[in-house]
Each structure stands twice: as structure tokens, then as C-alpha cells.
């Protein structure tokens, strides 16, 4: 699929895919939560950061989209759906540092702001992500209080982290700032993401959602419901514990003024996260969008139901 995208179906993918993210956003999105955030009080990184305007606003949850396949033009493609974030996923997509590079500025030029999910919690792989000028670090496989208080260190710049300091490319995916001010802003502006998805997690997630530094708890609910022997269905349904799992690690994230995001596949999804008071939600990702699309319209020019 990446060739297709990069050759002859360019044309044919650059229209098809902002439609069919479109789509499942506005089905989520039902035009109850239209963007919207007041910039008093923030920083220029913040007001520059449109995923941390949005979940500031309190005017509903935020969408995003997921990307697993690499290519600046389908990260475009993406961003004109008018998603607030789209997450460049590192950890099962096919994107590797370069590309990863490569998308998180073309995600930011689009006004959009790009959220890198890194493949393990190693210090080295968030520098890398927070380097590119990522707007947000998304971390799976959390297991333990620890882990998390050593991924806040990983994102944050003295004295709150071990964060070096050094990248010139940062600043360009905000407003540009110099060196300085962006080092001065940083910790602030910059949205750390805690994946939910182990049992011991789960167990701990009040007093990971009570870490300072940490900003949104996302809920991956397939290595989730894995992890605490409720997987879930081939037809997507869900066990009652996997529910009630959810549900607590939503309430945990609150109750410490934290926010909560949820993995979806479907804009029907999300919709209904976005009922049940979820934050931060994505949409669907390329790898369900294109090939669901070209499936469907195969279908419908052989004449099939």
C-alpha cells in the first residue's frame, strides 16, 4: 500500500483519504464539539499546541486519527480531515525514525499536531520523538508507578526531568521559537501520554494518574482486555470486566483532574466514548480507512452488496 500511495495512485489516495477520515469524524463528532479554546494565559507553545488547546477548551473531546504507514503526503492527506491530532505510531506502524521525522513536521505545517507513540518506554526513543517537535509522547506498555515516573523524566527538561536539550528542529513544529523560549516552555506545553493496557497498570492507575507530569491516561483495550484475560471479540465486543476496567481507569483520570483518551477503530466508536465522557479520542487509523475504502468501492463497481 505504501508503493500505491507513492506512485500511480497518488491522485486516487489524496482524494479518497481525507474524505473517509472526514467521515468517521463528523459521525463521532455528531457537530456537537466544534474546536474552539481561549488563548488567555498561554504560553506560545501552548497556543501553537492544538491538541492542548482543545483539551483545554472544555468544549468536548478532542479527535485524532492514527497513522501506520509511512509518507509525508498520506500524513497531508490525514491532516486535511480536520482531525485536531493525528498520532504517528512508532510502536506497530511501519515508521521509523526518519519518517517518523519527516511526518511530525509535515502533521505540524498542517496546522494539526502530531502525536509520536514510541515503540518501549526508553529514554532515548521520547528524546528522539520530542526532538522531531512532537506536541505529544504516548508510551505503551506501562506496568508499574515507576515506569511512569521514569517516562515523565525522559519527556521533561530540568529540573523536573533528565531531558536533554539541543534539537533546533523542536521549536519549528510550534511557533518557531528560539532555542531559549522553547526550553523555557517545554514542560508545560508538551502533553505526556500514559498508556493503560497491563494488568499491574490497571492496579496502580490512581497513583499513576496522581504523577505529577502526567497529563492524559489513554486506554489501549486490546492489549488491555489481553492482559487481564477479557480480550476482546473478533466482532469488537467487549466482556463486562474489560467495561468495568475502562470505566475505572476513566475515573481515576478525573478524579485527579487528569484526562483520559481512548483507542478507537470506528467513527460509531468513538461516538459513543465521546458520550460516555472520554477526552481525547481517535477516530480510525489508515490501516482500517484505506483498505475498507477501496474494499467498498471494489464492491460497489463489481455490482456486489
Known sequence: MTLLLRHSTRPIARAIIPDLFKGSQLLAKNLLFPFSSSSRNMNSMQEANRLYKALKSGNGPSFGAWQMLSGTNLSRAIARSGVDWICVDQ??????????????????????????????????????????????IVVPLIYT?????????????????QRGFGSPFS?????????????????????????????????AVEDIAALPGVDVLLIGPFDLGNNIGHPVAADGKMDKELEEAIENIREAAHGEGKMVAMYCTSGEQARGYAERGFDMISVVGDMQVIPQGFAQALKVAKGQK
Open 91 to 136: 510502536e506497530h506502524g511501519n515508521i521509523d525514525d526518519g519518517a517518523m521525522h519527516e511526518a511530525v513536521a509535515a502533521i505540524a505545517a498542517c496546522g494539526v499536531s502530531p502525536v509520536v507513540r514510541v515503540a518501549a518506554n526508553e529514554g532515548w526513543m521520547v528524546k528522539r520523538a520530542l526532538d522531531a517537535g512532537a506536541h505529544a
Open 171 to 203: 521549536p519549528q513544529t510550534f511557533s518557531n521559537e528560539p532555542l531559549p523560549t522553547y526550553l523555557q516552555q517545554a514542560n508545560d506545553s508538551i502533553l505526556t501520554i500514559v498508556q493503560i493496557e497491563t494488568a499491574s497498570a490497571l492496579e
Open 145 to 161: 508507578v515507576e515506569d511512569a515516573k521514569k517516562l515523565v523524566k525522559s519527556a521533561k527538561f530540568p529540573p523536573q526531568g
